[in-house]
Antibody, heavy 120, light 111 residues
Framework: EVQLGESGGGLVQPGGSLRLSCAAS????????MSWVRQAPGEGLQWVAN????????YYVDFVKGRFTISRDNAKNSLYLQMNSLGAEATAVYYC?????????????WGQGTTVTVFS | QSVLTQPPSASGTPGQRVSISCSGS????????VYWYQQLPGTAPKLLIY???QRPSGVPDRFSGSKSGTSASLAISGLRSEDEADYFC????????????FGGGTKVTVL
């Protein structure tokens, strides 16, 4: 079964850091771009970053540039998001998602999400 | 403030047709494909429509997408109780080096 599973969320103080992980299974991880998408409580979806199959290209939404870093370990079928200098606006459920080239980048598989709460 | 604009809510009775609009600009919908996601309460989003009007395997043909200029729409025909969910449009935006943008979401209620 094709699956994604996030972990690493939790409570963190403003200015702190967290590293999220996403474990992929049931498909050939190296064939897909991967994305992180977040959803603040009661809000809509917000794309955060994505990374090419081999990790050679990365894109970020403007307001996380320089603070968040997306990476992947293809040997471990894992995706990561290192988040530094966290502010209250980072409080959200963070999803990892698989992007399908044949779908023009549409994200066809999503994890269950991991919750990040930034509190003071 | 979302880059793509959707109405916050829509509703219909079972069997009716409901349409949800999504308005953008030249740098996103005007130039690139539109995608639609369904999010049932407490669950992760699910891809409903890709490349403006294509359905992934398993998505009922009651769901259809269209695009014209800088706007797009999702139509749900033969509305069913299980369609009650939040629906989000999305597109790649070529500005600021490129990034994915979403609409704010439309809550569909089945009356």
């Amino acid at each position: 079964e094709v699956q994604l599973g996030e972990s690493g969320g939790g409570l963190v103080q403003p200015g702190g850091s967290l590293r999220l992980s996403c474990a992929a299974s049931g498909f050939t991880f190296t064939n897909y771009w991967m994305s992180w998408v977040r959803q603040a409580p009661g809000e809509g979806l917000q794309w955060v970053a994505n990374i090419k199959e081999d990790g050679s290209e990365k894109y970020y939404v403007d307001f996380v540039k320089g603070r968040f870093t997306i990476s992947r370990d293809n040997a471990k079928n894992s995706l990561y998001l290192q988040m530094n200098s966290l502010g209250a606006e980072a409080t959200a459920v963070y999803y990892c998602a698989r992007q399908v080239a044949d779908y023009g980048g549409g994200k066809d598989v999503w994890g269950q999400g991991t919750t990040v709460t930034v509190f003071s | 403030q979302s880059v793509l604009t959707q109405p916050p809510s829509a509703s219909g009775t079972p069997g009716q047709r409901v349409s949800i609009s999504c308005s953008g600009s030249r740098s996103n919908i005007g130039t690139n494909y539109v995608y639609w996601y369904q999010q049932l309460p407490g669950t992760a989003p699910k891809l409903l429509i890709y490349k403006n009007n294509q359905r992934p395997s398993g998505v009922p043909d009651r769901f259809s997408g269209s695009k014209s200029g800088t706007s797009a729409s999702l139509a749900i025909s033969g509305l069913r109780s299980e369609d009650e969910a939040d629906y989000f449009c999305a597109a790649w935006d070529d500005s600021l080096g490129g990034y994915w943008v979403f609409g704010g979401g439309t809550k569909v209620t089945v009356l």
